[in-house]
Antibody, heavy 116, light 107 residues
């Protein structure tokens, strides 16, 4: 059974940093692109970052480019999202997702609240 | 970035009814389109990929169609468990974008 379990969320002040983790199991992690997708409270979904199987290629929308860094450790079947210079508009539930042609499995999500 | 315009924003329908949700892309996305269902407090669940392929375990009353810039999700014979929000998503490049969502309620 495919499982994706996020951790590392919480309350953080504007301008500070936070690192999210996603532990994957039930599939060969190194064979899949992975992504982070977020959802602000009562809002729609926003793509945050994509990473290739080896980690050599990453993609970000302008809203987080230069502040967020996606990475992975295939030996540990883990995905990460380093978030720096956090803003109030980064407040959201962050989902880790496995990419088939599109996200076919999602984690349960982890809440990040950016507030003073 | 490719913009996805989804309609309607909300929809009220009766049990057994057929409902249709539309999504329009700002440019040709070559059927690289998925539909997701999200129930309150849960993560999104994949329903349809490649515009018209049913994901594993999804009931056959769900179907997708379209090409180019115009796509739709149809739910036949609406069931109570279909009450949820629905999102379209384009994956024509590595910076995917989502529609704003449709909230489906029972009449």
């Amino acid at each position: 059974e495919v499982q994706l379990v996020e951790s590392g969320g919480g309350l953080v002040q504007p301008g500070r940093s936070l690192k999210l983790s996603c532990a994957a199991s039930g599939f060969t992690f190194s064979n899949y692109y992975m992504a982070w997708v977020r959802q602000a409270p009562k809002k729609g979904l926003e793509w945050v970052a994509t990473i290739s199987t080896s980690g050599s290629r990453t993609y970000y929308p302008d809203s987080v480019k230069g502040r967020f860094t996606i990475s992975r450790d295939n030996a540990k079947s883990s995905l990460y999202l380093q978030m720096n210079s956090l803003k109030s508009e980064d407040t959201a539930t962050y989902y880790c997702a496995r990419l088939g042609s599109t996200p076919d499995y999602w984690g349960q999500g982890v809440m990040v609240t950016v507030s003073s | 970035d490719i913009q996805m315009t989804q309609s309607p924003a909300s929809l009220s329908a009766s049990l057994g009814e057929t409902v249709t949700i539309e999504c329009r892309a700002s440019e040709d996305i070559y059927s690289n389109l998925a539909w997701y269902q999200q129930k309150p407090g849960n993560s999104p669940q994949l329903l349809i990929y490649d515009a018209n392929s049913l994901a594993d375990g999804v009931p056959s009353r769900f179907s997708g169609s379209g090409s180019g810039t115009q796509y739709s999700l149809k739910i036949n014979s609406l069931q109570s468990e279909d009450v949820a929000s629905y999102f379209c998503q384009q994956y024509n490049n590595y910076l995917d974008t989502f529609g704003a969502g449709t909230k489906l309620e029972l009449k």
